[in-house]
């Protein structure tokens, strides 16, 4: 099979990681870069091959047989329009936008092109998240406590609730993700944030925010998000059933029942080359485990985005119940 040539939108921190994951796989060549920095495109395409575009259009002529675009939230939207009339494979980094209709619009896109797709929620690539569903197996959860807890990151955009949707979406979306794999779907949120940006010049999103969850199957569940931190303190979940307790990170998992307890230790490095090597095998076709096309990342989308609504308004947000993969970008609706 011939090399795959993959193009990337974006040079900022997440772009440049898997420029190097990429770099990494004899079977794949970096194309080229474009960003709306013109030297941050050509830093890294000198860094990792290919070279530096000045537009997505440019990109496209050139050819590429995949595309990732690693754009921050608010910029999603034209890049990944364009790629989609090109009928060019495409890797999304989350989240897949700063608000819903962005999101949906381009899903819509996607569903009517047949494109494949993939995006980076990589923690589903961690095997102790297929030993959780194993061993939850048929049992009934019962609760779920997810949490994120961190500081801001370095990027003036970070802090802006219109630039990066705020925290719960913008980070917590991987501990969502994770409770929508291994509890189900959500119905309903009730969300609180605290109405007081971090001590970061021109913030404007809550330092904190809890939310209080109610799913499909009949569990119950907790968020807490915080960036008020230097450091990043916890970012995982605690899932609840019946004679079993399940305390899941990245970095790995802890099982207490009635045998006692046992840990398992995970490699987040190694996720986030899984998910980049499953894409490219998808798109050379020979594989197919691309765990969250873009159709998927919408159900995690519209529950993070469900959250901040909530707490922005300080009413309940229902959530239609799924009908499959398509039925996550269905409306979400506001109760007194």
């Keep these: 099979m ?10 900022g921190g997440v772009a440049q990681r898997h420029a190097r994951v990429l770099g990494g796989f004899a079977d794949v060549e ?26 997505v259009e440019e990109l496209l002529a050139a050819g590429p047989d995949a595309v990732y675009v690693c754009v921050p939230p608010f910029a999603h939207g034209p890049a990944e329009e364009a790629v989609v009339a090109a009928g060019v494979p495409m890797f999304v980094e989350k989240p897949v936008a700063v608000d819903l209709a962005t999101a949906e619009r381009i899903g819509d896109l996607v569903a009517g092109r047949g494109l494949l797709t993939g995006v980076g929620h990589h923690w589903r690539y961690l095997p102790v998240v297929d030993r959780a569903r194993e061993l939850l197996g048929d049992r009934s959860v019962r609760m779920v406590s997810g949490t994120w807890l961190d500081k801001v990151p370095p990027v003036a955009w ?16 991987h501990v969502l993700d994770l409770i929508r794999v291994l509890v189900g779907e959500a119905t309903e949120v009730t969300a609180y944030g605290d109405g007081a940006p971090p001590p970061v010049d021109g913030a404007d999103i809550d330092s904190v925010t809890t939310a209080a ?21 916890r970012a995982g979940l605690e899932i609840f059933a019946d004679g079993l307790a399940l305390s899941l990170a990245e970095d790995g998992l802890v099982v207490r029942d ?9 490699d987040p490095d190694a996720a986030r080359v899984a998910v980049d090597r499953a894409f490219v095998d998808a798109v050379r076709g020979v594989g197919d485990d691309v765990r969250v096309p873009y159709a998927e990342a919408l159900g995690t989308q519209r529950l993070a985005l469900a959250i ?4 922005r ?3 309940t ?20």
């Design 317 to 336: 947000v229902r959530l239609d119940a799924p009908r499959g993969a398509a039925a996550v970008t269905t409306g979400v609706t506001v109760g007194a």
């Design 158 to 173: 970070w802090s802006r609730r219109d630039r990066s949707g705020g925290p719960v979406v913008e980070q917590a979306a």
């Design 213 to 233: 969850l109610r799913f499909a199957g009949g569990a119950v569940g907790t968020l807490a998000a915080a960036c008020v931190l230097g450091w990043k303190h």
């Design 258 to 266: 009635a045998d006692g307890e046992r840990r398992f230790a995970a």
């Design 313 to 315: 308004t300080g009413r």
């Design 2 to 11: 011939r090399t795959c040539r993959v193009g990337l939108v974006g040079a």
């Design 30 to 55: 970096l194309l080229g870069v474009t960003d709306v920095v013109p030297e941050a495109a050509a830093q890294l395409a000198a860094a990792h091959g290919g070279r530096a575009f000045t537009t």
């Design 308 to 311: 901040a609504d909530s707490a």
